[in-house]
């Protein structure tokens, strides 16, 4: 996921960005959270786990399971992988196969843990489309006649997700890493907002500093991971022309690579998928025109990047 660049190149040290950019790292973060604390920070079974839930959600009533050789192809994952998570996920109780496939067991839907992440998924979703209403890009949308139902909502967050994955595929060489970016991102951002006095306009430069950084600690308590997974994976990122930046009071976004011609053409094909996921929710009831509504719990708490273990 990548910010818009600036439009003079010269001032490589600022980034000017998106709403979109901005909401989407909210939203993943948040969601992203909860759901490697209820997978013990195992990311890819996370991810099939998504993947089934999405498709179960939306056969309803039907039992019409998703295949494996489906799942791999939708999330550029082996044969192999996929059928040791799938294992894994069958063995906890957590899906079953079908005829056709596999979904997720029915009874899963009624525990505490699944109900919260589902929430959380859903009201992350309706608060990124209502940000980015409210900073004037949401882009022009259909409203549907057809009752809105919860399930629509979540499943638009896992295609955001999903597709981008994708879409960061080339400059991202795996989903651990765009979670590890784009955590480190909405950390920034979030650290970057508080120390301000007035609201980010849209024209508005940012340039990230230590004040901003991110500590390995906070990110491995915050996404449920081990630390030394974590600085693993950051000391790669952070290696001369990758994504991130390391100061000495932690971690920051390299404005110059974001401002890479590869990195601003992710941000449009990125941008062109969550207004396809957008337009799929509305067909399905989603109430653009009273957002609001659509909240099971509320708008989700900010994410806390502390040294204490963040909701």
Same mark, same amino acid.
């Given at each position: 996921?990548?910010?818009?660049?600036?439009?003079?190149?010269?001032?490589?040290?600022?980034?000017?960005?998106?709403?979109?950019?901005?909401?989407?790292?909210?939203?993943?973060?948040?969601?992203?959270?909860?759901?490697?604390?209820?997978?013990?920070?195992?990311?890819?079974?996370?991810?099939?786990?998504?993947?089934?839930?999405?498709?179960?959600?939306?056969?309803?009533?039907?039992?019409?399971?998703?295949?494996?050789?489906?799942? $791999?192809?939708? *999330?550029?994952?082996?044969?192999? =992988? !996929? /059928? #040791?998570?799938?294992?894994? +996920?069958? @063995? &906890? %109780?957590?899906?079953?196969?079908?005829?056709?496939?596999?979904?997720?067991?029915?009874?899963?839907?009624?525990?505490?843990?699944?109900?919260?992440?589902?929430?959380?998924?859903?009201?992350?979703?309706?608060?990124?489309?209502?940000?980015?209403?409210?900073?004037?890009?949401?882009?022009?949308?259909?409203?549907?006649?057809?009752?809105?139902?919860?399930?629509?909502?979540?499943?638009?967050?896992?295609?955001?997700?999903?597709?981008?994955?994708?879409?960061?595929?080339?400059?991202?060489?795996?989903?651990?890493?765009?979670?590890?970016?784009?955590?480190?991102?909405?950390?920034?951002?979030?650290?970057?907002?508080?120390?301000?006095?007035?609201?980010?306009?849209?024209?508005?430069?940012?340039?990230?500093?230590?004040?901003?950084?991110?500590?390995?600690?906070?990110? $491995?308590?915050? *996404?449920?991971?081990?630390?030394? =997974? !974590? /600085? #693993?994976?950051?000391?790669? +990122?952070? @290696? &001369? %022309?990758?994504?991130?930046?390391?100061?000495?009071?932690?971690?920051?976004?390299?404005?110059?690579?974001?401002?890479?011609?590869?990195?601003?053409?992710?941000?449009?094909?990125?941008?062109?998928?969550?207004?396809?996921?957008?337009?799929?929710?509305?067909?399905?009831?989603?109430?653009?025109?009273?957002?609001?509504?659509?909240?099971?719990?509320?708008?989700?708490?900010?994410?806390?990047?502390?040294?204490?273990?963040?909701?």
């Amino acid at each position: 996921m990548a910010p818009e660049g600036l439009a003079n190149r010269k001032g490589r040290e600022c980034l000017k960005i998106a709403s979109v950019t901005r909401h989407l790292a909210i939203m993943q973060t948040r969601i992203i959270a909860a759901g490697l604390r209820t997978f013990e920070g195992d990311v890819d079974r996370f991810a099939i786990f998504s993947l089934v839930m999405r498709e179960s959600l939306r056969a309803g009533t039907r039992v019409r399971g998703i295949s494996m050789h489906s799942m $791999a192809i939708s *999330l550029s994952r082996s044969f192999e =992988t !996929v /059928r #040791r998570h799938v294992n894994a +996920l069958i @063995a &906890a %109780g957590l899906c079953a196969r079908v005829q056709g496939g596999v979904v997720v067991n029915p009874d899963v839907f009624m525990r505490s843990d699944i109900d919260h992440l589902m929430t959380v998924t859903h009201d992350s979703f309706v608060a990124f489309a209502q940000g980015l209403r409210d900073a004037g890009e949401l882009p022009p949308i259909r409203v549907a006649t057809e009752c809105y139902v919860p399930t629509a909502g979540i499943g638009a967050a896992v295609d955001v997700m999903l597709g981008t994955v994708e879409s960061n595929r080339e400059i991202h060489g795996s989903w651990l890493d765009l979670v590890l970016f784009s955590t480190i991102l909405c950390g920034n951002l979030e650290r970057w907002a508080a120390l301000r006095d007035a609201p980010q306009g849209p024209d508005e430069r940012i340039r990230f500093s230590g004040a901003h950084a991110i500590r390995a600690s906070v990110l $491995a308590r915050l *996404l449920n991971l081990p630390e030394t =997974t !974590v /600085r #693993r994976r950051l000391t790669r +990122l952070g @290696a &001369a %022309g990758g994504p991130i930046q390391r100061l000495r009071q932690g971690f920051v976004i390299q404005s110059a690579w974001m401002n890479r011609d590869e990195a601003l053409e992710t941000s449009a094909r990125t941008a062109s998928l969550v207004r396809m996921a957008l337009a799929a929710a509305a067909v399905h009831g989603f109430p653009f025109d009273r957002i609001e509504n659509a909240y099971l719990e509320g708008p989700p708490p900010p994410v806390v990047f502390t040294d204490r273990i963040a909701a």
